[in-house]
């Protein structure tokens, strides 16, 4: 199948090259790994995806198969610098918001010292399983890429969140999440993936402080110490008060928002119905 899925590419100065790939076993991206007692797809998670992996300069296409990547793609994740560790970030963490745990994505590369890495990423939330064999869709690429904003956090710490949203994945309707994760942190929505990139949060107010006490803070808004302005997480961009962009929680359907807008005004033209409602302890 001919790859339809963009993939992050970080360009930049002072990068390495894509390695020797071409001369050595880079192995292989199956669609699916033997099923075993792993991390059920509804269970909690730790999220430190850094703010920068979600920041592309450039785009490439391919599906989810080590041999549909495009070259552009190839390079990113090869690449032995920086940049090249913040594509490998950023597709990590996409398999684990789309792939479930049966499922993994795995290749190799080099670094600059010549030594041979193997990676293996695992799936954990299963937003969007048929990507280990088909394009992301566009309902799909909104999922993953309000998974990873969900994901992000501006310390690069890892904290245990609480993720529901209207897909039966991440529906934690009836579960013990719903008593032990009891406050809203805000919303994520968006996609990275289209043709103009771009990532949302609103926050509750009233939690602001708890949520970055909790190092929680793309949401919430992380205040600079100095001037005491808010600092942007990465391309999130913060809006406003989930109680304006967002239609209001439903206990009855999972506690989550089932649908976000970009503008209170026009909500038909810009709502999303595919955000990630983040809950904490």
């Known amino acids: 199948m001919v790859g339809l899925i963009p993939l ?7 990068c390495g090259e894509g390695g020797e790939w071409l001369e050595a076993p880079l ?33 490439a296409v391919g599906a989810l198969s080590f041999i549909a990547l495009g070259s552009q793609a190839l390079t990113a994740i090869l690449d032995p610098g920086p940049n090249g560790a913040l594509s490998r ?21 080099f670094d600059a010292s010549g030594v041979y890495h193997d990676e293996i990423y695992t ?13 992301l869709g566009g309902e799909e690429q909104r999922w993953v ?14 904290v245990m969140l609480s993720s529901r949203g209207p897909t039966k994945a991440i529906n934690k309707q009836n579960t013990p999440e719903l008593f032990t994760f009891t406050r809203e942190e805000g919303a994520f929505w968006g996609n990275i993936y289209g043709s103009s990139p771009a990532l949302y949060a609103c926050h509750v107010p009233e939690n602001d402080a708890a949520s970055r006490a909790a190092l929680r803070d793309c949401a919430a808004g992380h205040i600079d110490p100095t001037t005491g302005a808010i600092q942007p997480c990465g391309a999130i961009q913060r809006l406003g008060s ?7 929680i ?31 302890q």
């Open 8 to 14: 992050i590419v970080l360009a930049g100065t002072g």
């Open 27 to 59: 192995g292989e991206a199956p669609s699916a790994l033997e099923a075993g007692n792993a991390l059920n797809p509804n269970a909690l998670n730790p999220n430190a995806l850094n703010p920068n992996a979600l920041n592309p300069n450039g785009l």
């Open 89 to 109: 970030e950023h597709l990590r963490y996409a398999v684990e918001c789309a792939l479930d745990s049966s499922q993994s994505f795995s290749f190799g590369w």
């Open 123 to 135: 799936g954990v939330l299963g937003l969007a399983k048929s990507w280990a064999g088909a394009p």
């Open 145 to 158: 890429s309000a998974c990873l904003a969900a994901r992000t956090n501006y310390y690069r710490v890892p």
């Open 242 to 248: 989930c109680d304006t962009y967002c239609d209001p």
């Open 250 to 280: 439903a206990p009855k359907n999972g506690i989550y928002h089932p649908s976000c807008f970009t503008d209170p005004a026009n909500r038909s033209a810009t709502m999303n119905l595919q955000p990630i409602t983040v809950f904490l």
